[in-house]
T-cell receptor, first 109, second 116 residues
């Protein structure tokens, strides 16, 4: 069975502070990991995926197979980063994304 | 491209009625996925469809729920004899090819179903 855990339901930081949203997964094979974001009044959209190894809006995420983690990081948070963030996993069942419960990030001015 | 469209955005039903949720994928997309989000929970996969085919329905409840994606028209998620526990947000996503790792799933705005 595959599972994604986001231990923090709420996360608050001040503008300019570093932010890390935690994601741990459970999967026996080699998964593909994603971060999705939902800004206020907008639909869910892909933020980044680990296979592309890119930085989007200053966010990065590294897949750590030893710790089975895929934490999302940004060195300097901005107010516009305030949103709901979901970590998701895709295993060998193509198309089937398994989501974590989400973390609401609030960046205070 | 208007993106993935879902209607209705909000749906209220009484216990025992039927709910029909529609999803129009993005133009050119032939793969559709349905997810359900219960209150205070993450999105949970329900079903993956291609045109006229169900590819993976491992997340669908065994009874009362069905999904289709006909050759013409939107994908339909149908819930018969709704119960209060069916109250949730139902999200549809689409992709151009099958949901392989490099293929992004684009999400619709969701339909919020409330069962009274």
């Amino acid at each position: 069975a595959q599972r994604v855990t986001q231990p923090e339901k709420l996360l608050s930081v001040f503008k300019g502070a570093p932010v890390e949203l935690k994601c741990n997964y459970s999967y026996s094979g080699s998964p593909e990991l994603f971060w999705y974001v939902q800004y206020s009044r907008q639909r869910l959209q892909l933020l980044l995926r680990h296979i592309s190894r890119e930085s989007i809006k200053g966010f990065t995420a590294d897949l750590n197979k030893g710790e089975t983690s895929f934490h999302l990081k940004k060195p300097f948070a901005q107010e516009e980063d305030s949103a709901m963030y979901y970590c998701a996993l895709m295993g060998t069942s193509y198309g089937k994304l398994t989501f974590g419960q989400g973390t609401i990030l609030t960046v205070h001015p | 491209n208007a993106g993935v469209m879902q209607n209705p955005r909000h749906l209220v039903r009484r216990r025992g009625q039927e709910a029909r949720l529609r999803c129009s994928p993005m133009k050119g997309h032939s793969h559709v996925y349905w997810y359900r989000q219960l209150p205070e929970e993450g999105l949970k996969f329900m079903v993956y469809l291609q045109k006229e085919n169900i590819i993976d329905e491992s997340g669908m409840p065994k009874e009362r729920f069905s999904a289709e994606f006909p050759k013409e028209g939107p994908s339909i998620l149908r819930i018969q004899q709704v119960v209060r526990g069916d109250s949730a947000a139902y999200f549809c996503a689409s992709s151009h090819n099958r949901g392989e790792n490099e293929e992004t799933q684009y999400f619709g705005p969701g339909t919020r179903l409330l069962v009274l």
